[in-house]
């Protein structure tokens, strides 16, 4: 099942975000999963906001594709910014990030939650974060 929601460049829109989210948990995923994938789609739609589209019009629009497997859930997050190197950032980044560090916490955090990150720049101009995470089912 692939579902998709766009929203305007605005951090105002988180709560409409992750209520959309939720209604689609499966109820064979831990809680404790559920909720890190929770907390990187929130983290991935704040970059968007805030780095991707700092320079653009507030109503921009950034579109999340859900797609929900039996061993797998995808997330797309697709936004209108310049390129960026997502790859290459992170290999510039320490293993571990002080808190009070300037940036990076949210991209460790990514790569950490999730079993494939991805940014890639699309051929309409804008692109797309990846984020691919193995699902873990309760035991029966």
């Known amino acids: 099942m692939t579902v998709s929601l766009t929203l305007t460049s605005d951090l105002r829109q988180l709560e409409a975000l992750l209520t959309w989210f939720n209604q689609y948990r499966p109820?064979?995923?831990?809680?404790?999963?559920?909720?890190?994938?929770?907390?990187a789609l929130a983290e991935g739609f704040t970059n968007a906001v805030r780095h991707a589209h700092r320079d653009r019009p507030p109503d921009t629009p950034i579109r999340i594709d859900l797609s929900l497997g039996e061993t797998e859930i995808e997330l797309r997050i697709w936004d209108q910014g310049d390129?960026?190197?997502?790859?290459a950032k992170l290999q510039t980044l320490p293993a571990q990030i002080a808190?009070?560090?300037?940036g990076g916490r949210g991209l460790r955090l990514l790569a950490t939650i999730t079993d494939e990150l991805d940014y890639q720049?699309?051929?309409?101009?804008?692109?797309c974060l990846i984020l691919r995470k193995t699902l873990k089912s309760i035991p029966r």
């Not at 109820?27 to 909720?35: A, D, F, V, Y």
């Not at 808190?99 to 300037?102: K, N, P, Q, S």
């Open 27 to 39: 109820s064979t995923l831990p809680i404790e999963e559920w909720l890190k994938l929770e907390l």
């Open 121 to 127: 720049r699309v051929e309409n101009g804008g692109n």
């Open 99 to 102: 808190l009070d560090a300037e």
């Open 83 to 87: 390129p960026f190197d997502l790859l």
